[in-house]
């Protein structure tokens, strides 16, 4: 089935550092979702963005929804040791109600 | 407290052996849904389920069985495990409203060998 191009694959960084990663497609969306997974459980919902160029925060974490509605960003500010996980972007491409997943970003952060 | 339980957590078995992994979900939702991960694969879904008896197939179903008998529980079958189901499995649930605010079991990690 249809995937999300998520990059990058891995991120390895200090602590303190800032993060930012993406997701593209070839088609509009028009919901993105970012989920995190950490080690050993499910992954959770972060931040839901609903409308073209929406940019909403959640903590130290903001994301935004394209304008071109084919892409969505996560930026982490500020890392610490518990934002190590596998961070997932999802979404709802046109009309159609299944849900598309990226196949995730992992994030290792240094103390 | 509202949570997605799965059971069992780990489980190793072998080629053959039917076996049934529990999902019991205590929010009233209507949609729910089994997902496998696999490295390099992500998250793919298996089947889902919108509401008591009502069930379809995700994007990998060949192997696998549900039922969806009572709202709160989506157990997932496999009749006859093969190595290439050895994977991590992950149930979800959410108001059929809110397919996208979906809440995660903690994942069942099945071994066949």
């Known amino acids: 089935g249809q995937q999300l191009n998520q990059s990058p694959q891995s991120m390895f960084i200090q602590e303190g550092e800032d993060v930012s990663m993406n997701c593209t497609s070839s088609?509009?969306?028009?919901?993105w979702l970012w989920y995190k997974q950490e080690p050993g459980e499910g992954p959770v919902l972060l931040i839901a963005l609903y409308k073209a160029g929406e940019l909403t925060s959640n903590g130290r974490l903001t994301a935004q929804f394209g304008i071109t509605r084919k892409d969505s960003f996560l930026n982490i500010s500020a890392s610490i040791p518990s934002d190590v996980g596998i961070y997932f972007c999802?979404?709802?491409?046109?009309?159609?109600?299944?849900?598309?997943w990226g196949l995730g970003t992992s994030l290792a952060v240094n103390p | 407290e509202a949570q997605v339980t799965q059971n069992p957590r780990y489980l190793i078995t072998v080629t053959g052996k039917k076996l049934t992994v529990t999902c019991s979900q205590n929010?009233?939702?209507?949609?729910m849904s089994w997902y496998r991960q696999d490295p390099g694969l992500g998250l793919r879904q298996i089947y889902y389920s919108m509401n008591v008896e009502v069930t379809d197939k995700g994007d990998v179903p060949e192997g696998y069985k549900v039922s969806r008998k009572e709202k709160r529980n989506f157990p997932l079958i496999l009749e006859s495990p093969s190595p290439n189901q050895t994977s991590l499995y992950f149930c979800?649930?959410?108001?059929?409203?809110?397919?996208?605010?979906?809440?995660f079991g903690p994942g069942t990690r099945l071994t066949v060998l």
């Open positions: 979800a649930s959410s108001p059929l409203l809110s397919t996208d605010t979906q809440y």
């Open positions: 929010m009233n939702h209507e949609y």
């Open positions: 999802a979404g709802y491409a046109g009309n159609n109600r299944k849900l598309i």
């Open positions: 088609s509009i969306f028009n919901t």
